[in-house]
C-alpha cells in the first residue's frame, strides 16, 4: 500500500507570514492523485487544494500552492499570506487506485498561526 | 443538499455494547467510504460501498465491524462488543465514481468514546 509522511508534526507561523507543509509519498504508479485536507478542530474535512500527477504545473488556489516534485515523491504546501482562520490540523493524502480510490492519509501537521 | 450528514455526532458507550453509526451522503454520489481517525493521526480506511456494494474492507475492520449501505443511499456502520480500543472519531466521505472525478466530501464524523 502506498505510504504518506508528513514528517512536521506541529508547526508556527506568524500572520501575514509564509508557511511550508512538507509531504512525501510512496508509490509505484504513474498516474495518481494527490490533495491537501485542512481539518479545523472539532470541524469537518476541508478541500485545500489537489494536483494530478500527470500535471506538470503546480496546483494554486489563492493563497494556497503546491510543490510537486514528482521524481522525488514530494508534495509541499505552501500557505502564503497566512491568517488566523488557517490553524488547523492539515493532512496530505494520496488517491489509491484501489480500495474504490479511497484516501490514503499522512498523519497531519498542525499548524499554528500567531497574531 | 446540505452535505454529508453523520449521527450521532457523540456516542458514549459502556465497554461490551453494541453501537451503530449513521451516514447519509450527497444524493447523487454512489461511493460511500468509512473512515476511522484517532488522536493524533490521519483518518485511516476501513470500507466502501459503491452503490449497496460494499466492495473492499481493510484488515482494520475486525470480525466485531459491519457496515451496511442498503439501497444505495445511506449507511451504517455497527461495532458489537465495543472495547476502548474504538474510541475514535469515525469519519464518512461520499464521491461520484468514474473517471478523473475525485471530490470528495467529509461528514463531520461520529466521535465515539468507550468507557
Known amino acids: 500500500a502506498q505510504t504518506v509522511t508528513q514528517s512536521q508534526p506541529e508547526m508556527s507561523v506568524q500572520e501575514a507570514e509564509t508557511v511550508t507543509l512538507s509531504c512525501t509519498y510512496d508509490?509505484?504508479?504513474?498516474?495518481?492523485?494527490l490533495f491537501w485536507y485542512k481539518q479545523p478542530p472539532s470541524r469537518q474535512m476541508i478541500l485545500v487544494i489537489r494536483?494530478?500527477?500527470?500535471?506538470?504545473q503546480n496546483a494554486t488556489e489563492n493563497r494556497f500552492s503546491v510543490n510537486f516534485q514528482k521524481a522525488a515523491k514530494s508534495f509541499s504546501l505552501k500557505i502564503s499570506d497566512s491568517q488566523l482562520g488557517d490553524a488547523a490540523m492539515y493532512f496530505c493524502a494520496y488517491r489509491d487506485s484501489n480500495s474504490g480510490y479511497a484516501l490514503n492519509f499522512g498523519k497531519g501537521t498542525s499548524l499554528l498561526v500567531t497574531p | 443538499d446540505t452535505g454529508v450528514s453523520q449521527n450521532p455526532r457523540h456516542k458514549i458507550t459502556k465497554r461490551g455494547q453494541n453501537v451503530t453509526f449513521r451516514c447519509d451522503p450527497i444524493?447523487?454520489?454512489?461511493?460511500l467510504y468509512w473512515y476511522r481517525q484517532t488522536l493524533g493521526q490521519g483518518p485511516e480506511f476501513l470500507t466502501y460501498f459503491q452503490n449497496e456494494a460494499q466492495l473492499e474492507k481493510s484488515r482494520l475492520l475486525s470480525d466485531r465491524f459491519s457496515a451496511e449501505r442498503p439501497k444505495g443511499s445511506f449507511s451504517t456502520l455497527e461495532i458489537q462488543r465495543t472495547e476502548q480500543g474504538d474510541s475514535a472519531m469515525y469519519l464518512c466521505?461520499?464521491?461520484?465514481?468514474?473517471?478523473?472525478?475525485?471530490?470528495?466530501?467529509f461528514g463531520s464524523g461520529t466521535r465515539l468514546t468507550v468507557v
Open positions: 466521505a461520499s464521491s461520484l465514481a468514474g473517471g478523473r472525478n475525485y471530490g470528495y466530501t
Open positions: 508509490t509505484s504508479e504513474s498516474d495518481y492523485y
Open positions: 494536483q494530478e500527477a500527470y500535471k506538470q
Open positions: 444524493s447523487e454520489h454512489n461511493r
